[in-house]
């Protein structure tokens, strides 16, 4: 029976219950968090929770647990399901409604995290690559949930639909000026002539984990990285582009729309730094194999 940790207990995932009246359901009024976790060891989670954290502070809500008790919880979780390579996810909503659209700022927030056991992506998305659209301009890089995963995620849902009725993997999100955001669960990188280009921040992307650590590869054994505003015109004329996340780690694109990528396969550049990605997974697991023990 799978384990999940539910306001401040931990129980069967068939008993784990919220009410109906719950912000995250009737509003969306919450933030979450997508990690993964290597033979029992999660992938930075420091600074997922670190993450978390922050938007939970913009969003005005306060979880109840503080960062080393919510680490705890996520090595816990993992022990009592016996996980080694697994998908967590963590969500914290405002809580329960009162009936106001701004409650008062003391109502306890509900906390749910549940790990399952992850499976890799089919290995021919890495050999083949994967083929993407430009989604309608739109992604608002000034508004304040930008860069924050929040419960909000409908217009993503909607691009990924969109893909999958034109017979795409996936889609880019274009923002209001017209500049590339990012992907609908991933952030976007490009080379050219062996530089590394991936949009900035201000252009509404997530700060994400797998991208930090991309750049920090980048900075260190490759040719540096640009980050700034990048036009659609750019990414055609790309030799390489591939998406990061978390769960999927680096995914090769080769087709964008009607135009074929590059050589319309996988390059280099990007395999070379799937294979610096993967080493960086294994120094950072063996360094934590150990220290983990002190969550339990």
């Known amino acids: 029976m799978s384990m999940v940790y539910l306001i401040n207990k931990f129980v069967p995932l068939d008993k784990a219950k919220i009410s109906i009246l719950d912000r995250g359901f009737l509003y969306g009024d919450g933030v979450f968090e997508t990690m993964r976790a290597y033979e029992g060891v999660v992938f930075h989670l420091e600074k997922h929770i670190g993450r978390l954290f922050k938007s939970l502070k913009m969003l005005r809500i306060r979880p109840g647990i503080d960062k080393p008790k919510m680490q705890k919880i996520v090595y816990k979780l993992l022990d009592k399901n016996k996980l080694k390579d697994a998908y967590i996810k963590i969500i914290v909503t ?23 056991p992850y499976k890799w992506h089919p290995g021919n998305i890495y050999k083949r690559g994967i083929k993407v659209f430009l989604a309608r301009p739109g ?25 999958k009725k034109r017979r795409f993997d996936d889609a880019i999100l274009i923002n209001t000026k017209g500049f590339v955001s990012e992907a609908t669960s991933s952030n976007i990188f490009l080379v050219k002539e062996e530089k590394l280009f991936t949009p900035c921040l201000e252009s509404g992307c997530l700060p994400g984990i797998t991208r930090d650590e991309i750049i920090r590869l980048a900075k260190r054994f490759w040719h540096g ?8 015109d750019t990414l055609y004329g790309a030799d390489e582009v591939f998406l990061t996340n978390s769960l999927a780690e680096i995914v090769p694109v080769v087709r964008i729309g009607n135009h074929v990528i590059g050589r319309g396969a996988p390059g280099p550049v990007t395999e070379k730094l799937r294979g610096l990605f993967r080493d960086s997974v294994n120094r950072y697991r063996a360094k934590w194999k150990i220290d983990k023990k002190s969550f339990l």
Do not use: Q
């Open 139 to 163: 992604c608002n890089e000034k508004s304040p949930a930008a860069g924050k995963k929040t419960l909000n995620y409908l217009d993503n849902i909607l691009c990924r639909y969109e893909a």
């Open 225 to 232: 990285i640009n980050e700034g505003f990048i036009k659609t």
């Open 94 to 116: 405002r809580g329960k409604s009162t009936g106001l659209l701004i409650p008062p700022e003391t109502r306890p927030a509900t906390l749910a995290v549940y790990a399952l």
